[in-house]
T-cell receptor
């Protein structure tokens, strides 16, 4: 089955530093990947849609200059949290869909637990 | 506004029982609906995907149904096992390629 790999699984950083999270589709190509954020005991909220070779599309209320997304290849998207603050501490999950169109299921990585101290 | 709701937020049942998890959505013009499982601190595992033209999908002990006219989906788990304990999330694709998630039902199977 389709596998989405996310790295790192956990990261602790100091306030003001930047953190990069990688999302890879291991056995399929993904022109589009999605980045979600999940706060404790809450559901997933879409942050942005990552498009290979073009700019990401951000959801309302998500700062594009704070959450930098790069989708440089068909199998890799990265999310960089810049100048992280404690309120950025959250669970970040990426997802991708093998095949074309919306009829195939979306597969998720195992997530990255970010803690900003 | 397109919303997805899951009730109850938590459910505990004895091992071996059959159970139903509920998902409701506000806009019947959906593209598809997907059920996921999330273990604590982990990512999401896709369980079943139902296209808008389908009424149900089955995988092993799991059966998901879809009733667009009433804006509802159910996930039926037969012969529950302790390993089924997890949070189950319902997510709807309203046709814009993005998934809108419910808040999930935290299921505990009591041995």
């Amino acid at each position: 089955g389709a596998v989405v790999s996310q790295h790192p699984s956990r990261v602790i950083c100091k306030s003001g530093t930047s953190v990069k999270i990688e999302c890879r589709s291991l056995d399929f190509q993904a022109t589009t990947m999605f980045w979600y954020r999940q706060f404790p005991k809450q559901s997933l909220m879409l942050m942005a849609t990552s498009n290979e070779g073009s700019k990401a599309t951000y959801e309302q209320g998500v700062e594009k200059d704070k959450f930098l997304i790069n989708h440089a290849s068909l199998t890799l998207s990265t999310l960089t949290v810049t100048s992280a603050h404690p309120e950025d501490s959250s669970f970040y999950i990426c997802s991708a869909r093998p095949g074309t169109g919306e009829g195939s299921p979306l597969h998720f990585g195992n997530g990255t637990r970010l803690t900003v101290t | 506004k397109q919303e997805v709701t899951q009730i109850p937020a938590a459910l505990s049942v004895p091992e071996g029982e059959n159970l139903v998890l509920n998902c409701s959505f506000t806009d019947s013009a959906i593209y598809n609906l997907q059920w996921f499982r999330q273990d604590p601190g982990k990512g999401l595992t896709s369980l079943l995907l139902i296209q808008s033209s389908q009424r149900e999908q089955t995988s092993g002990r799991l059966n998901a149904s879809l009733d667009k006219s009433s804006g509802r989906s159910t996930l039926y788990i037969a012969a529950s096992q302790p390993g089924d304990s997890a949070t189950y999330l319902c997510a709807v694709n309203f046709g814009n390629e993005k998934l809108t998630f419910g808040t999930g039902t935290r299921l505990t199977i009591i041995p």
